[in-house]
């Protein structure tokens, strides 16, 4: 099967962790090796963010990575990308005409379904059904964020008029579905795939990274407010109080270097706050290669997010043998299975998240335990080629089939042909054809 993926901001051939380059890139550029793997042939077709860019950039056997020009030629925040998303569909339609249409496009992030909805119906001959997956929620970042939510106003008609345009909706939790139903969104035409993992990369064997103290706590992601980094610190202030000797280490950054960069100056800030400066280590980005040297280091790693859509960090964690302490949130609850692979505790809750390391600490064969049966589930439910499986199975029922149209409704009638778009209410657009209408 002919696939192409779309994703706009999230390339797989970016750095993972820095503000705008996480758990998306990863997906898109594992979910496309496997496919190519299982003999599809896959289009990953993504903004072009430097000029330095070759247009095409093969990604492996049977994956090819296309950069469109689609506004300046430079990294662009992903909430200011919307005007440029026509510009995106034009590129991708254009290289279709000249180099073949996919049978199914897959579309990443709702600016992507934008794009991919455009670029298909620009070329109605075709019947090219859309498959997308949201990755995040516009009405749950602000449910959580209010007022420092940066998403562009339109996000909240546009994202909505996506879902229903789309013939077939990937969802990654199922926590995810029943948000969609809150949108009016058909939860008929959703399926729930989860992230996966490589589980011969995350692994139990292998080298560790050592350590000096008795106990390291391990935090892996975006450094970002909401992943919740500082209830961790918080943790361990509890923890360090109560006479453990342990350390938190801080894997990732918000952009820039561990020196400079303004999020882990916060964070060390809260650290010395709360009297564990000398024990919070901040290392900054870390090489994906590395990460399972980091987490078989650990005793437990902790994810405290406000929210989150999916998670992969618990997954490849649970590869490589180690039990999580997680947040009950979002996609957390199904990755992590309470007493089984971890402890969940409640969000934003420092004295649960201490309690619960201290009780993995305290017990060595609970800690065993939660590991091996962590691996298990992983190899059996999150590779890669799992998730590729049941994901070119949604792809094989609408290959060759009209896409699912959907009436217009007046929240969907957004323009988004100039950077003015992103601040008009749905009842103040005007009617524009294709996919902005």
């Known amino acids: 099967m002919r696939i192409a993926m779309v994703s706009e901001h999230a390339s797989p051939l ?36 430097s000029a330095e860019l070759p247009r095409r950039v093969g990604f492996g056997p049977g994956v090819e990575v296309v950069h469109i020009d689609a506004g300046p030629p430079t990294r662009i925040p992903k909430d200011d990308l919307l ?21 199914v496009v897959h579309s990443h992030f709702w600016m992507s379904g934008l794009a991919a909805l455009g670029a298909v119906e620009s070329l109605p001959q075709e019947r090219i059904p859309v498959v997308h997956t949201f990755h995040a929620l516009g009405s749950v970042k602000r449910r959580f964020q209010g007022a420092a939510d ?25 926590d995810e579905v029943l948000e969609l139903g809150r949108m009016d969104i ?56 109560a006479g453990e000797d342990a350390e938190l280490v801080v894997l990732g950054s918000s952009g820039g270097s561990a020196e400079a960069d303004p999020e882990i100056a916060r964070l060390k800030e809260s650290a010395r706050a709360s009297g564990v400066e000398e024990r919070v280590r901040f290392m900054g980005q870390v090489d994906q290669v590395e990460l399972p040297r980091w987490y078989r280091s650990a005793d437990v790693v902790v994810c405290t997010p406000w929210y989150e859509p999916f998670g992969i960090v618990p997954l490849e964690a649970m590869g490589c043998g180690v039990p999580v302490v997680a947040a009950a949130v ?21 004295d ?36 590729a499986h049941e994901t070119a199975e949604v792809y094989g029922r609408l290959a060759g089939t009209t896409p699912v149209r959907h009436e217009t409704t007046p929240a969907a009638h957004a323009a988004t042909h100039a950077p003015h778009a992103t601040t008009r209410a749905p009842h103040e657009a005007p009617a524009l054809g294709g996919v902005y209408q």
């Open 352 to 387: 649960a998240t201490a309690a619960a390391i201290s009780r993995l600490f305290d017990d060595d064969e609970l800690r065993s335990e939660l590991g091996r049966a962590g691996r298990e589930r992983v190899s059996t439910k999150y590779t890669w080629q799992q998730v």
């Open 186 to 241: 058909a939860t008929g035409k959703v399926r729930v795939v989860p992230c996966g993992v490589d589980p011969s990369a995350f692994s139990a064997s292998g080298p560790s990274v050592p350590k000096d103290v008795r106990h390291r706590i391990l935090s892996v992601g975006r450094l970002v407010p909401r992943k919740g980094v500082d209830i961790a610190i918080d943790a361990l202030a509890r923890l360090v109080k």
């Open 83 to 103: 005007p440029h998303m026509p510009q995106l569909a034009e590129g991708i339609a254009a290289d279709w005409e000249s180099r073949g249409a996919p049978e």
């Open 330 to 350: 979002g996609g957390l609850r199904d990755t992590v299975v309470d007493e089984g692979t971890g402890l969940l505790v409640p969000p934003f809750d420092a």
């Open 150 to 174: 940066t998403s562009p106003t339109a996000r909240r008609w546009l994202e909505p008029h996506v879902g229903s345009r789309a013939a077939a909706i990937v969802a990654t939790s199922t």
């Open 14 to 49: 970016a750095t993972v962790g820095s503000v705008d380059a996480g758990g998306q890139n990863v997906h898109v550029a594992a979910l496309s090796k496997a496919l190519a793997a299982d003999g599809h042939q896959v289009t990953v077709y993504t903004r072009r963010d």
